[in-house]
């Protein structure tokens, strides 16, 4: 698509679907963090947790909750300014987001069916920012 400006003509490069799938990752987390909080919540009250486990459980949460914040914004800058660096650091954090996403779909103290649900969700919006990342990538770096 090309936008006209001040007499000339320039190439937007910046991924609608990447945009649109940003966005839709971050409503949809705030529904997962509110869901997996819950979910402890009512494991904590239904079950027995091992000492430090329930600890555990929700520090990684709440980490992985600041860990989205910074992944969200940093991949929303780097599209619209059609910039690689923060795209890149982005990327990175997603791996960091995805091994946080195994951890609760996996090694949690008590995993419900809920959880393999919303993580599997998770899991493939991750993988379809990722691939839309690295094809955003690739057009700003040409």
Do not use: H
């Amino acid at each position: 698509m090309a936008a006209v400006g001040r007499g000339r003509a320039s190439v937007v490069l910046s991924s609608i679907p990447l945009q649109i799938l940003l966005y839709s990752n971050a409503v949809y987390y705030v529904f997962y963090f509110l869901a997996t909080l819950l979910m402890i919540i009512y494991k904590c009250q239904t079950f027995t947790y091992p000492n430090g486990n329930l600890a555990l459980d929700l520090a990684l949460l709440f980490i992985m909750a600041i860990l989205e914040a910074i992944r969200l914004y940093l991949a929303a800058k780097g599209n619209l300014t059609e910039e690689e660096k923060p795209l890149g650091i982005s990327l990175v954090l997603t791996i960091g987001s995805v091994l946080l996403s195994v951890y609760f779909l996996v090694w949690e103290t008590y995993i419900l069916r809920a959880d393999l649900i919303i993580n599997a969700l998770l899991l493939g919006l991750y993988g379809l920012e990722m691939i839309l990342e690295l094809f955003a990538i690739a057009a700003f770096v040409r």
